[in-house]
């Protein structure tokens, strides 16, 4: 049984609480790109991404409120919960196998595609997909979710010293990858 | 008490981050945000604190109702020797949302028109909408609040000797009666 993360204090980065729904309005596109670097498919994503917002709403206090950072912190916990069950093993080879035999086995898109959107955007989007998962995060966390390295601290339960370190090695790996994508 | 920010990144990072700021992450879908409310508003019915052995916790109770096929707008796709995606069926208007149980991969029976020698690979289905039905009384006077939900269902079938495949669609009611009196 995971145990709330007593340690945060939601209100000392986020804005002053909302209802529950106006969260879900507000982050949900958020809360989809980060449960969704953190699963291996859409579909898991979305299973990940319902269980850890009733976890927390009900750390929240189970009533009108929904704290932001707790989101965060549940998508991440039950994304490595959901890595260790057997049972969703099972069923994540069921859907490769589904994958395989349709041939449709497509990356999951993080970012709107919209016809302006050029060449250089999706390379950045690829180059985003290919980072190191623990850069990768802290990058989806400060950049998309924007969280301060203080809240992501405490979603990642490391010191803000090392996601300010994971960001900016991130960063220069990214740079790195596009320039040689700019060469080629 | 905050950490002090770290060391200023240099420019053409700045620049790198501005680039990543352009990008918008996609929305959630209709039927992402129908879910999410409704795994909300059911966890808000069922609280936890109900104890797992007594008579009340006895929930939900389900009833297939198939017969709604004939009701709802149920597509079948047929396509021997060919992959037939089909297209995703309207989901019906939603008033409040709760109730969000997804049923993945469940044992579905083989329907009329499936070959014998067919393999079944793979079922899923999906949650498309949620009705909350308000609070009806049972003969018994028991009070239950009722919830239809509507899934889903895809199923694929595969013939081994021919590597000829074979996938079903069509939709799934259920209706879920919860008690309420115990909460």
């Known amino acids: ?184 | 008490m905050s950490t002090p920010s770290p060391d200023p990144l240099p420019e053409d990072l700045q620049e790198l981050e501005r680039t990543l700021t352009a990008l918008k992450p996609e929305a959630m879908d209709s039927v992402s945000q129908a879910r999410m409310t409704a795994a909300i508003l059911h966890a808000d019915a069922t609280p936890e604190a109900l104890d797992e052995t007594s008579a009340a916790h006895n929930f939900p109770i389900r009833q297939a109702i198939w017969g709604s096929l004939t009701a709802l707008a149920a597509s079948i796709a047929i396509a021997f020797g060919l992959i037939s995606n089909s297209a995703p069926l309207p989901a019906p208007s939603a008033a409040e949302v709760p109730a969000p149980i997804l049923v993945d991969n469940t044992p579905l029976s083989n329907p009329i028109g499936v070959p014998e020698y067919a393999t079944q690979v793979s079922a899923q289905s999906t949650l498309q909408n949620v009705v909350d039905e308000g609070i009806i009384q049972t003969e018994s006077q028991r009070r239950m609040r009722q919830l239809r939900t509507f899934y889903l269902d895809t199923v694929s079938w595969t013939d081994p000797a021919t590597e000829s495949k074979l996938q079903l669609s069509y939709q799934r009611e259920e209706l879920f009666l919860i008690p309420v009196d115990a909460i």
């Open chain 1, 1 to 184: 049984m995971l145990s709330q993360p007593a340690d945060m204090d939601p209100t000392e980065d986020a804005a002053p609480p909302s209802s529950w729904r106006d969260v879900l309005a507000e982050h949900g596109h958020r809360f989809q790109l980060y449960a969704r670097q953190q699963a291996r498919n859409d579909a898991d994503a979305q299973d990940i991404l319902q269980e850890a917002l009733v976890k927390a709403w009900r750390a929240s206090g189970a009533k009108e409120r929904l704290e932001v950072g707790f989101v965060y912190t549940y998508i991440r916990r039950t994304a490595i919960d959901w890595g260790r069950s057997q049972e969703r093993r099972t069923r994540r080879e069921q859907r490769s196998l589904r994958d395989s035999i349709w041939g449709q086995s497509t990356p999951t898109v993080w970012f709107e595609r919209t016809l302006e959107t050029d060449e250089r955007h999706r390379q950045v989007e690829a180059a985003v997909q290919e980072l190191p998962p623990e850069q990768q995060e802290v990058l989806v966390l400060k950049i998309w979710a924007d969280l301060t390295f203080d809240a992501i601290a405490r979603t990642l339960e490391v010191s803000p010293n090392t996601v300010a370190s994971r960001y900016r090695y991130g960063l220069q790996n990214l740079k790195r990858t596009l320039s040689t994508l700019k060469k080629a």
